[in-house]
């Protein structure tokens, strides 16, 4: 029984050795973009700048299992929107992002593999995660004026999923892109990334204007469609190499 289990840990020692791009680690920048009650369609003349870190640990050549942090800016706009009614009411939010969290990525080519009958040096891929988002920081403007605030102190939640591809530029290096929705699921704040919409309660509110001055139809341009926001990176990473196997078939 003990040789039976020194056999199957050497043979997965040997199997975990023999994948020796195990870590990697990267930087990129990227556009973030909103979408919500200001502007109920994705508008490209909302991106802002935004930049990124991950850490990325390839469990093999399919999954890999990516942490990652980012600080970007968000801005949304009444007069970018298709609705009339948003036109006319000519409110605004510029708001400073950051968030962190973990996703699974699935490669669907055999990338960066090694001891195999076909490898690729470049990859499609999807990922699923989840991560938490903070908004230190918003300022809005109103036809009555301009005023800042913020969200919440503490972070929120998000569902996160995208895709993107992987392309190797060397021994040592990759580049990857990735296009990332974060869908809110917070039960109090995943409508409020602009400053307007609906409160867990389903009423209707406003950042922008004192509750008690509110007209009956302030909020009639918004939808109880919950705020998103999207981010588009560009990375820029270095494989740490360990323990490489000789390769017979290379």
């Not at 903070?134 to 969200?151: F, H, L």
């Amino acid at each position: 029984m003990r040789r039976y289990s020194f056999i199957i840990i050497s043979l997965l020692l040997s199997n975990h050795f023999s994948y020796s791009q195990t870590l990697e680690g990267g930087i990129g920048l990227g556009l973030s973009q909103y979408k919500g009650d200001l502007n109920p369609n994705f508008n490209p003349l909302l991106s802002r700048p935004g930049g990124h870190a991950m850490i990325r640990y390839n469990i093999n050549y399919a999954f890999s299992l990516r942490a990652d942090a980012s600080a970007m800016m968000l801005s949304g706009s009444d007069k970018l929107s298709r609705n009339p009614l948003n036109k006319s009411r000519e409110w605004k939010f510029d708001s400073f992002l950051n968030d962190w969290g973990l996703a699974l990525e699935y490669n669907f080519l055999n990338f960066r593999s090694y001891g195999t009958i076909y490898k690729s040096s470049w990859t499609p891929l999807l990922f699923l995660g989840v991560s938490q988002y903070r908004i230190p920081a918003r300022t809005y403007e109103s036809q009555s004026g301009s005023a800042s605030g913020y969200i919440s102190d503490s972070p929120n939640t998000s569902m996160t999923y995208g895709f993107g591809f992987k392309k190797q530029l060397g021994q040592n290096w990759n580049l990857s892109c990735t296009f990332t929705t974060h869908h809110l699921f917070n039960k109090e704040y995943n409508d409020d990334l602009d400053g307007t919409g609906f409160n867990k309660l389903d009423q209707p509110f406003s950042n922008y204007l004192d509750a008690s001055s509110l007209p009956a139809n302030i909020n009639s341009p918004n939808t109880k469609t919950k705020d998103k926001y999207f981010y588009t990176g560009i990375t820029l990473s270095y494989v740490l190499y360990g323990v490489k196997c000789p390769n017979p078939k290379r």
